[in-house]
């Protein structure tokens, strides 16, 4: 079976069941930590989908992984999810859900590259050209510092980039001359 049509299927069960009980966002906020904590220790993974690994570690792995306090609605998530022995899905699941509820409530991710590490005042400056190019959208922003664009800065917003880096202007520059324009 394709990995994606489970943890897709189960996502999207999730979702709909946190619309009917008003706890979309508070389960999301509980993907986005679950998601954070699967990239951050990719052992994590290997211990849910470890056959080896007690049903009942699994479930304190889960829960931990989203953070003190998950709610009922999240717990009852990962019960199902056990009980039907899909935790290797887990992660691809959280990721799954993220998605879902972002396109459901028009949230952009925005990423915001710079060459050296820029201040408060910048960095409003540069959300608000976001903002103005995107009407009736939410923004959830990351920054990056990356000294290899060697000024300016890149956007991206979910998958449209805007390159104003001097390292993009350089690779312009050498596609232009080699193609003679």
Same mark, same amino acid.
């Given at each position: ?12 069960a999730l979702y ?7 706890? %979309?966002?508070?389960?999301?906020g509980?993907m $986005? $930590? /679950? &998601?954070?904590?699967f ?7 290997k %211990?849910?989908s470890?056959?080896? /690994?007690?049903? %009942? ?9 989203a953070?003190?306090?998950a ?16 935790e290797e !899905?887990?992660?691809?699941?959280a990721?799954?859900?993220?998605d ?13 590259? &710079?060459a /050296?590490?820029?201040?408060? &005042?910048?960095m409003?400056?540069?959300h ?5 190019c995107?009407?009736?959208t939410? !923004? ?8 290899d664009?060697i000024?300016? !800065? ?28």
């Open positions: 079976m394709i990995s994606g049509l489970i943890p897709h299927r189960y996502a999207k709909k069941y946190a619309v009917e009980t008003k706890s %979309a966002e508070s389960i999301y509980y $986005k $930590k /679950v &998601t954070e904590a990239m951050a220790d990719k052992e994590l993974e %211990a849910v470890n056959p080896f /690994v007690s049903v %009942a570690d699994k479930r304190k792995l889960l829960m931990a992984a953070g003190a306090g709610d009922d609605a999240y717990a009852r998530f990962v019960t199902l999810v056990l009980d039907h022995n899909r !899905f887990f992660f691809l699941m990721l799954a859900y993220r879902i509820y972002r396109k459901e409530n028009n949230i952009s991710q925005v990423r915001v590259t &710079t /050296v590490e820029m201040d408060d &005042t910048e409003k400056r540069l608000k050209v976001v903002e103005d995107y009407r009736n939410s !923004f959830e922003y990351s920054r990056e510092v990356n000294p664009i000024g300016g !800065f890149i956007i991206d917003v979910d998958s449209t980039r805007l390159d104003a880096s001097i390292s993009g202007e350089l690779e312009q520059l050498r596609q232009n001359l080699l193609t003679g324009n």
